[in-house]
């Protein structure tokens, strides 16, 4: 079984600052690493392989220094790594991101093998928008589970896979037909340390580097700045809040009307939470 994971390197997000003056993201000196929800993504990939075997191969759009994710992926153990980098794709928004990893999926199978899953984590810490794999999926027409919290089944023989997929207010247990693609939620699994072997390997591997060209995107006007339909106006860090946690007198009080108490004053700051909740509970 043929697996593509698309991972991303985004800044360290607790290191993240932005400038007093362009109200835009310094990344200058801040450390880069995966995707925290692309690891489980991974995770979720090399346990299929380990399972019915096969290939794992990790994607990433980025500049050259996103070798060094790729490279952490190898050592984690993944088979093989493609890095697309091109000054076409600089500035990308979700809807361009889509495009250029889609067409490098599909060079990938016909390289390498048609892969029978597609994984991604179900957003970045960075743009936090959770498009991409979906994006990803419409372009490639595959069927798509998002907000997977774990895989049940997989028959090969069938080729059908089944998830269970977090909604609200419950989990679903949902089957398609494969290929499909699958954004994994955070803390489905653990994720593995890479043996000394792997680690070896991902240093001295020899990645496979694709531009726009190799890629095979023939319309480079779908990619980077001149694809990019969004506009950010303004990015700007949060306000401080002033806002003080309210202490609550325990002393001599049962563990149940400590309960009541709390509830009532969340009532007492939240008008009309009750009854969202009472209609959230009745189903409406």
């Known amino acids: 079984m043929h697996i593509v994971v698309c991972i991303k390197q985004?800044?360290?997000?607790?290191?993240?600052?932005?400038?007093?003056?362009?109200?835009?993201?310094?990344?200058?000196?801040?450390?880069?690493?995966?995707?925290?929800?692309?690891?489980?993504?991974?995770?979720?990939?090399?346990?299929?392989?380990?399972?019915?075997?096969?290939?794992?191969?990790?994607?990433?759009?980025?500049?050259?220094?996103?070798?060094?994710?790729?490279?952490?992926?190898?050592?984690?153990?993944?088979?093989?790594?493609?890095?697309?980098?091109?000054?076409?794709?600089?500035?990308?928004?979700?809807?361009?991101?889509?495009?250029?990893?889609?067409?490098?999926?599909?060079?990938?199978?016909?390289?390498?093998?048609?892969?029978?899953?597609?994984?991604?984590?179900?957003?970045?810490?960075?743009?936090?928008?959770?498009?991409?794999?979906p994006g990803i999926a419409r372009r490639l027409g595959l069927q798509q589970f998002t907000y997977v919290a774990g895989i049940q089944d997989v028959n090969e023989a069938a080729g059908t896979i089944t998830v269970l997929r977090r909604a609200e207010g419950g989990v679903q247990e949902l089957s398609t037909q494969l290929p499909a693609l699958i954004t994994m939620l955070e803390g489905t699994n653990e994720i593995r340390r890479g043996s000394i072997a792997d680690v070896l390997r991902g240093a001295r591997a020899e990645l496979v580097t694709w531009n726009a060209q190799a890629a095979g995107i023939a319309d480079v006007t779908s990619c980077g700045l001149r694809g990019s339909p969004t506009v950010v106006k303004r990015v700007f860090a949060p306000k401080t809040r002033a806002a003080k946690a309210t202490?609550?007198?325990?002393?001599?009080?049962?563990?149940?009307?400590?309960?009541?108490?709390?509830?009532?004053?969340i009532y007492a700051r939240q008008p009309g939470l009750e009854d969202d909740l009472m209609r959230m509970a009745a189903g409406y």
């Open 10 to 133: 985004v800044p360290d997000s607790a290191q993240i600052r932005v400038h007093p003056v362009t109200n835009t993201i310094m990344r200058q000196g801040v450390p880069t690493i995966i995707n925290p929800y692309d690891l489980f993504a991974l995770e979720e990939a090399l346990r299929l392989r380990d399972t019915f075997g096969g290939e794992v191969t990790v994607l990433t759009m980025g500049p050259p220094m996103a070798e060094e994710s790729l490279r952490k992926a190898l050592g984690i153990g993944a088979d093989r790594a493609v890095l697309l980098t091109d000054r076409f794709f600089a500035g990308s928004d979700t809807l361009a991101t889509s495009f250029a990893l889609a067409q490098a999926v599909r060079k990938i199978g016909e390289t390498w093998g048609e892969p029978k899953l597609v994984f991604t984590g179900k957003q970045t810490i960075d743009g936090d928008t959770a498009q991409v794999g």
């Open 247 to 265: 202490q609550v007198e325990v002393k001599d009080r049962t563990p149940e009307t400590i309960a009541e108490d709390l509830i009532d004053q």
